[in-house]
């Protein structure tokens, strides 16, 4: 499905992040990968992770370093040749601001939301796409508390809402280029960055409790979806935010 594909995938911190589930998803179907990772820190998790991986590349690439961005690539350009797609997994809110009430935010932690969790899309979209010669496909992660209040996602929820409109706005831009932009929302998951959200545990029964499906989603899952849209089976499909989230998004009452 993916062979003769490459793609790039942002935001593998380790084995429970979201961006590894897409990964093993499209290297199953036969992706070619380079994985990015955020500072040193996260370096020797990725390099560990990715060790087994034929010709897979590891960069540096923290996206509030503009030259890191683009030398990253740079080296995809150089090692690939191309780029099929691309996965955007990232996301950061300082901790104190994903608690208590989203009106006493910050101005530091509004502009690090921001720009950490949405303006990084058109950041790397335009950076992706002189390399998507023969038309690419984008993935974003998002989540329900871009449009309904959810308790302690506060400014997250802002951010989000930012980034769905940049799917739009950049699918409309790229399309012209058979560039696809979508995103996936997805329930909630028990990952690094989830535990900085105050209360999970509680998000994570309620809705074992009231989704259509009775249970939580799994990473496995948001990769699949994560695969098909990455796919020429998504061929038509651009602009959208399709939900992963064993339908809790249509309950009201
Ligand atoms: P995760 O494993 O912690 O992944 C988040 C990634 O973002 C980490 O690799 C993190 O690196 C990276 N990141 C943070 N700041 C960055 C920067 N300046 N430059 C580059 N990378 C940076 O958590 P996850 O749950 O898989 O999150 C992936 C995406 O899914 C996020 O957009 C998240 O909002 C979204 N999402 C998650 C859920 C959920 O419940 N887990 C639900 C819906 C949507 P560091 O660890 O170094 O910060």
Redesign the pocket.
């Known amino acids: 499905m993916l062979e003769n594909k490459t793609g790039m995938i942002?935001?593998?911190?380790?084995q429970?992040?979201?961006?590894?589930?897409c990964a093993q998803a499209c290297l199953e179907k036969g992706a070619k990968l380079a994985f990015?990772?955020?500072?040193e820190?996260?370096k020797e998790n990725v390099e560990k992770l990715t060790a087994n991986l034929d010709g897979a590349l590891v960069v540096p690439?923290?996206?509030?370093?503009q030259a890191e961005v683009d030398a990253a690539f740079q080296t995809v350009e150089k090692e690939f040749g191309k780029l099929d797609f691309l996965i955007?997994?990232?996301?950061?809110a300082p901790k104190e601001a994903l608690e208590g009430e989203f009106l006493m935010t910050s101005r530091e932690a509004f502009v690090t939301a921001m720009?950490?969790?949405a303006f990084?899309l058109p950041q790397l979209a335009r950076a992706a796409a002189p390399l998507m010669k023969d038309g690419g496909s984008i993935v974003?992660?998002?989540?329900?508390g871009a449009e309904k209040v959810v308790q302690n996602y506060n400014v997250?929820g802002v951010a989000?809402s930012a980034?769905e409109a940049s799917v739009r706005y950049l699918a409309e831009d790229l399309g012209k280029q058979n560039i696809r932009v979508n995103a996936?929302?997805?329930?909630?998951?028990?990952?690094?960055?989830?535990r900085?959200?105050k209360n999970?545990g509680v998000m994570l029964r309620h809705i074992a409790e009231k989704s259509p499906l009775r249970r939580n989603v799994e990473?496995r899952e948001?990769g699949n979806t994560t695969l098909f849209l990455v796919s020429d089976l998504a061929s038509a499909i651009t602009g959208e935010t399709i939900y992963v989230d064993c339908g809790f998004n249509i309950i009201g009452i």
Not at 61 to 65: A, E, L, M
Not at 88 to 92: G, L
Not at 140 to 144: A, G, K, R, S
Not at 184 to 194: D, E, K, M, Q, R
Request: glycine share 8%; proline share 2%; charged share 10%.
């Open positions: 942002f935001g593998v911190a380790n429970r992040s979201i961006a590894w589930a990015t990772y955020q500072g820190r996260l690439c923290d996206v509030t370093n955007h997994s990232i996301a950061f720009e950490i969790s990084s974003t992660m998002t989540y329900y997250m989000k980034l996936v929302s997805a329930g909630p998951i028990n990952t690094l960055s989830a900085g959200v999970m990473a948001v």
